[in-house]
């Protein structure tokens, strides 16, 4: 299994991280995090064996998808391929559920 990272954590590493959503196109309507580059997690793993994604290598690189089960593949199939990568524990369902206790926390 790939290293994980929580959704608190990514929040304030942000720019430390190339962050690759996983999900396929019609998830994304849910919402994603800004700034994250949708690759599905099938060809992300197509492009890391093929070489197609080399100016990724060298740079710390977080995947998720919508609950963390294929953000966790692709973490795992970079990583074999020589990439620096961790995943986003629990996926997208936990970077938008720490959005909302953030945001209640401001409101009380």
Do not use: H
Request: charged fraction near 30%; proline fraction near 1%.
């Amino acid at each position: 299994m790939a290293d994980k990272i929580t959704a608190q954590d990514l929040k304030a590493r942000k720019d430390e991280f190339v962050i690759i959503d996983v999900r396929e196109a019609d998830e994304i309507e849910s919402g994603k995090i800004e700034g994250s580059i949708n690759m599905p997690l099938g060809l992300t793993i197509r492009n890391a064996k093929k070489k197609q994604i080399e100016d990724k290598r060298g740079k710390k690189i977080c995947t998720y998808c919508g609950t963390g089960y294929r953000g966790n593949i692709a973490a795992d199939e970079l990583n074999k391929e020589g990439f620096d990568t961790v995943t986003l524990d629990g996926g997208f369902g936990s970077w938008n559920q720490s959005w909302f206790f953030y945001f209640y926390r401001l409101i009380e």
